[in-house]
């Protein structure tokens, strides 16, 4: 007589096959058939909101390069979450978010904790959602999940699972499939497109980060060198895609219509490569392209190429397009050599003895360690990261990709954790305003019990900096709750079980920081700055 395996023990071990060991998760009542009898071989990452957990999965499966599992509770749960499966998707992160649903036998009378539309409530904001008709297709709809989320463009899925379906006897094993992450241009077009860039008198290239997410950062150089083009960063990245202490990079182009219109005036061709044409943030009318300059766009996201308002598109993988189109193109030889930009840095005169956000970020140019990875999430001081902090090498700054906030202070976390994953040691840095640190500010329990060494270095300038640069920007007087006095944040850190201490100087900050490092222990640092109008 044959004996019966569980969906539960045949999911498990589909997940073992597919190196899905590691869930991040909050856990309610309706997953409790799905956890039961935790197996050793795996481990559950506890955030202690929803909104954290996705922000570390994400973090988790951008640094190992592989999909993560989030296991949510029902609706309440997944609503919670929704905020950072916003920057997931929007991010290309491959993710599977799970949330239990009722038993089976209560659903006809919309139970307490049911989902009343599961499949819908995640959307538009994963690829694919799915409830399935029976228990026991529930390991092929996690194989199926996971197929859509690495597959191009990668991004989250949502599986809702009845509670009673983990018991439920199951012949395994599960079908293991194996399916392809990446797919070249069309090289026909690609040909058109190299001749239209060899062609061009004063080519612009901005690499996004799907060049970033594809390893395609050394490309992308060979690429820029050959064309001796200027290379420009997108607006907002979330990951950077090219070397910003190369000669031949020239700063953001701008987030505007305004600003990047006037930004690529005088380029007669801009190749925009893993990269949305454009993705505007205030706006500021102006021309999206001046006479004279074209565009080519390159995309592994149909939606994306479909979206961009100027422009020819073509899809294909970043890296291969790049190592592909570098082959193609002509030698940019005979052009002229795009002029560095300015790398000039000044520091504003402090008037009342608090530090400038400028005054930050140098001090932290000084103790910047080796190898340090960089998350991002203080929105108004990003143009003095980029200033006093470049990038220099991939895989090294991570910010949201959605626009909330929330995101850094978990997703720092899941970098850290994936670093451990894959045997990595990496300084994880995360620089947050104290806006957005309250967020996710039960994620540093989470960094503190599985002791990952991170420092967050805070900036406490007690109001929504960015928010009142747009109230002058729109001109909006007398907006409410964008001051935020009476945070004492290192108290809150330390009663989540972090070391933590507040600074008012440079000396001091620079001192601590190195502490921080040495101690190999999640740390707080607290550092008062002046508010600054953010440029945008």
């Not at 933590?500 to 999640?522: C, H, M, N, Q």
Request: aromatic share 8%; charged share 20%.
């Amino acid at each position: 007589m044959t004996v019966k395996s569980s969906v539960q023990s045949v999911t498990y071990d589909l997940l073992r096959s597919l190196r899905m060991t590691t869930i991040f998760g909050n856990p309610g009542s309706t997953e409790e058939t799905f956890l039961k009898n935790f197996p050793d071989d795996f481990t559950y990452v506890l955030g202690l909101q929803e909104a954290s957990v996705i922000a570390m999965a994400d973090a988790f499966a951008q640094t190992t390069r592989r999909p993560a599992l989030v296991n949510l509770h029902s609706s309440a749960g997944l609503g919670n979450s929704i905020g950072n499966l916003v920057a997931a998707y929007h991010g290309h992160t491959p993710l599977i978010v799970m949330a239990g649903q009722q038993h089976r036998e209560l659903l006809i009378g919309d139970p307490y904790l049911s989902n009343r539309d599961a499949v819908a409530m995640p959307r538009p904001w994963v690829k694919w959602s799915y409830e399935p008709a029976r228990a026991e297709a529930v390991p092929e709809a996690f194989m199926r999940a996971y197929a859509m989320a690495v597959q191009p463009p990668a991004g989250p899925v949502f599986l809702s699972v009845p509670l009673d379906d983990w018991d439920q006897p199951l012949e395994g094993p599960a079908v293991v499939r194996d399916v392809s992450t990446r797919y070249a241009p069309d090289l026909e077009r690609l040909r058109i497109f190299a001749e239209r860039i060899t062609a061009s008198r004063r080519p612009a290239l901005i690499l996004g980060p799907d060049v970033d997410r594809a390893r395609g950062w050394g490309a992308g150089v060979a690429l820029a060198e050959k064309m001796r083009a200027a290379v420009y960063a997108p607006p907002l990245p979330d990951r950077a895609a090219f070397p910003e202490d190369h000669p031949l990079f020239q700063g953001s182009v701008g987030m505007s219509v305004k600003a990047i219109g006037e930004r690529l005036a005088g380029h007669d061709l801009v190749v925009v490569i893993g990269a949305e044409v454009f993705r505007y943030y205030p706006y500021v009318p102006g021309e999206i392209l001046s006479a004279g300059t074209e565009l080519l766009q390159i995309t592994d996201d149909p939606t994306v190429a479909a979206a961009a308002r100027v422009g020819d598109s073509l899809l294909g993988d970043a890296r291969l397009s790049i190592e592909l189109l570098t082959g193609l193109v002509g030698d940019g030889g005979g052009r002229e050599m795009p002029k560095p930009m300015s790398r000039r840095r000044s520091l504003p005169q402090t008037s009342n003895g608090t530090l400038t956000p400028g005054e930050v970020y140098a001090a932290l140019s000084e103790v910047r360690p080796e190898h340090a990875v960089f998350v991002n999430e203080s929105t108004s001081t990003m143009t003095q990261h980029a200033e006093w902090l470049p990038t220099v090498e991939p895989d090294s700054m991570f910010a949201t990709a959605s626009g909330g906030i929330g995101w850094a202070a978990p997703a720092a976390v899941g970098v850290a954790l994936g670093d451990r994953d894959r045997g990595v040691s990496r300084p994880v840095i995360g620089l947050i305003g104290d806006g957005s640190f309250q967020y996710s500010v039960q994620s540093l329990w989470t960094a503190v019990q599985h002791d990952v060494p991170i420092v967050y270095v805070v900036m406490r300038n007690h109001e929504y900096s960015i928010l009142k640069s747009f109230a002058d920007l729109e001109q909006t007087p007398g907006v409410p709750g964008l001051d935020l006095p009476g945070l004492d944040i290192a108290s809150m850190a330390r009663g989540l079980g972090c070391h933590a201490v507040d600074v008012t100087s440079a000396g001091d900050l620079e001192k601590e920081f190195r502490l921080a490092l040495e101690s190999g222990a999640t740390t707080v640092i607290v550092v008062t700055t002046q508010p600054e109008k953010a440029a945008l």
